[in-house]
DNA sequence: CAGTGTTCAGGAT
DNA sequence: ATCCTGAACACTG
């Protein structure tokens, strides 16, 4: 398992990944950068449209929560969608989705940035800020709240 | 058992 | 028009 990490806007980006399979991503206020696939460094840099190339362990499996990771992992780079209309297409609650979201291991390779709130902007561990500056990097219009 | 990164309908201001 | 109340839900401590 190789382990890396690299800095964004005050935060430090840890990556734990193994080939092509990423099985943790974590935000920390304080670290030591390290190697880190590319294709995050590229991402991060707002250079590509995406994570090519990489998966999340998350994906995988049969339970509610694997199914809503894939969901997510179909929303299209620049673009946000709602806790609901995930809920709808796997046929589960908004909270689940939310709960989901809370406990996603690999944030950025599941954009769960890109989950809002239907009316606002919704959560984000470990801070908003975070989640506003990774829809800044896509473009992504923060339309009213 | 309680509590979540929610949402929606329904009713009262 | 806004503000409050509940209920549905899949997990985790």
Wanted: hydrophobic share 35%.
């Amino acid at each position: 398992m190789r382990e890396g990490a690299c800095r964004f806007d005050l935060w430090y980006v840890q990556v734990n990944w193994e080939g092509s399979t990423v099985y943790r991503v974590r935000f920390m206020k304080s670290g030591q950068e390290a190697p880190v696939p590319s294709a995050i460094l590229r991402y991060l840099a707002g250079r590509t449209r995406g994570i090519p190339g990489l998966s999340s362990i998350a994906t995988k499996g049969s339970s509610v929560y694997a199914a809503i990771y894939r969901e997510v992992s179909l929303v299209p780079y620049g673009t946000t969608c709602t806790y609901g209309e995930v809920a709808a297409r796997v046929g589960t609650s908004p909270r689940t989705v939310g709960q989901a979201m809370a406990r996603n291991p690999t944030p950025l390779i599941i954009p769960c940035h890109r989950i809002v709130a239907s009316r606002g902007l919704g959560g984000f561990t470990p801070s908003v800020e975070l989640k506003m500056a990774l829809l800044e990097i896509e473009g992504t219009r923060k339309k009213e709240m």
